[in-house]
């Protein structure tokens, strides 16, 4: 039996970059801090470019704690809504074109989230990853670590517990 | 003395750029009590089928609170950082109303400032989260 020739990497890569696209776009909060996110594969990295609008203190000057805070937020929810839907994408059964279009699915809501600061936040660009430590039928542990310009010196992390969406 | 502090902690939280930018106020502030508000604005939505405001927006109201809280303490000499926040969310904020945050620095070693924290939309008998933290006394 001949084996299934694969999908050409474009139209993979197309398929997986429309809808992260499409899930990080939608959202007026993540436009407005400038957060993106980069994509290797299935893995997704958060990027903060630094603005003077994200400063907390300015004599210092660091990032405000609220901006970190809501970048790891940020970088949890859409790390845990890009794994839960990554079978759908890749399926088929969730179309980019109507995700695109607005018609995201429902996303898992925050139950807590408790954010420890490491180091001050500098004033320039920060980076972020989450780690999606169980994902059950009604809830998600996710860890997400955020750091500047070196990856082994973290400037916060956070653990947040998530509600998933009823399917 | 202490309206001096409290003024002090005042004008720092307004001269903040990203407070700013959120256009918080400060609505009270002294004896390690604040309470600031944040109008309703669009480019704070997170869920952009309802018009919720995102979470991350009500943090980072919470932690301006509390950091305004800790700075205007009697006990605090000047500065603070968040050290860790734990925030809780018990339900969506109502889209098109303002947040409040309402902070309270409960005890203050010479290192150690311990906060906790509210936050309301217009109906103040439901919190919409709650938050409690540690932050640095700085300055002494």
Same mark, same amino acid.
């Given at each position: 039996?001949a084996?299934?020739k694969?999908?050409?990497? /474009?139209?993979?890569?197309q398929?997986?970059d429309?809808?992260?696209?499409?899930?990080v776009?939608?959202?007026?909060?993540i436009?407005?801090l400038?957060? /993106?996110?980069?994509?290797h594969g299935?893995?997704?990295?958060?990027?903060?470019?630094?603005?003077?609008?994200?400063?907390g203190?300015? &004599?210092? =000057?660091? &990032?405000?704690?609220?901006?970190?805070?809501?970048?790891?937020?940020?970088?949890g929810?859409?790390?845990?809504?890009?794994?839960?839907?990554w079978?759908?994408?890749?399926?088929?059964?969730?179309?980019?074109?109507?995700?695109?279009?607005?018609?995201? =699915?429902?996303?898992?809501?925050?139950?807590?989230?408790?954010?420890?600061?490491?180091?001050?936040?500098?004033?320039r660009d920060?980076?972020?990853r989450?780690?999606?430590?169980?994902?059950g039928?009604?809830?998600?542990?996710v860890?997400?670590?955020?750091?500047q310009?070196h990856?082994?010196? =973290?400037?916060?992390q956070?653990?947040?517990?998530?509600?998933?969406?009823?399917p | 003395?202490?309206?001096?502090?409290?003024?002090?902690?005042?004008?720092?939280?307004?001269?903040i750029?990203? $407070?700013?930018a959120?256009?918080m106020?400060?609505?009270?502030?002294?004896?390690g009590?604040? +309470?600031?508000?944040?109008? #309703?604005? +669009? $480019?704070?939505?997170?869920?952009?089928?309802?018009?919720?405001?995102?979470g991350?927006?009500?943090?980072?109201?919470?932690?301006t609170?509390?950091?305004?809280?800790?700075m205007?303490?009697?006990?605090?000499?000047?500065?603070?950082?968040?050290?860790?926040?734990?925030?809780? #969310?018990m339900?969506a904020?109502?889209?098109g109303?303002?947040?409040?945050?309402?902070?309270?620095?409960?005890?203050?070693?010479r290192n150690?400032?311990?906060?906790?924290?509210?936050?309301?939309?217009?109906?103040f008998?439901?919190?919409?989260?709650?938050? $409690?933290?540690?932050?640095?006394? +700085?300055?002494?």
């Amino acid at each position: 039996m001949a084996r299934q020739k694969p999908e050409p990497v /474009q139209i993979v890569k197309q398929r997986r970059d429309a809808a992260l696209g499409a899930l990080v776009g939608g959202v007026p909060y993540i436009r407005y801090l400038g957060i /993106q996110f980069e994509r290797h594969g299935d893995e997704l990295t958060a990027v903060l470019p630094f603005e003077e609008k994200l400063i907390g203190n300015p &004599l210092l =000057p660091a &990032l405000h704690g609220g901006v970190t805070a809501a970048f790891l937020e940020t970088t949890g929810i859409i790390t845990l809504s890009w794994s839960y839907l990554w079978e759908d994408i890749e399926s088929g059964k969730l179309d980019p074109d109507t995700l695109t279009k607005g018609d995201l =699915p429902r996303l898992p809501k925050t139950i807590d989230f408790t954010v420890d600061y490491l180091r001050s936040g500098l004033p320039r660009d920060a980076y972020a990853r989450a780690r999606v430590t169980r994902s059950g039928r009604r809830y998600a542990s996710v860890q997400v670590e955020a750091w500047q310009d070196h990856r082994d010196r =973290p400037m916060a992390q956070a653990t947040a517990h998530f509600l998933m969406p009823r399917p | 003395m202490t309206a001096d502090k409290a003024l002090i902690a005042k004008q720092f939280i307004e001269m903040i750029p990203h $407070a700013k930018a959120l256009s918080m106020q400060i609505t009270n502030i002294g004896d390690g009590l604040a +309470e600031i508000t944040m109008p #309703y604005d +669009e $480019a704070l939505i997170g869920d952009p089928k309802t018009g919720v405001i995102h979470g991350g927006a009500v943090s980072t109201l919470m932690d301006t609170c509390s950091g305004a809280a800790v700075m205007s303490h009697p006990d605090s000499p000047a500065g603070t950082a968040t050290i860790n926040l734990r925030i809780d #969310y018990m339900r969506a904020a109502k889209p098109g109303d303002a947040i409040t945050a309402q902070a309270e620095c409960y005890h203050i070693t010479r290192n150690v400032a311990f906060i906790r924290a509210k936050a309301f939309d217009a109906d103040f008998d439901n919190p919409v989260a709650t938050a $409690a933290g540690a932050f640095t006394v +700085e300055g002494k």
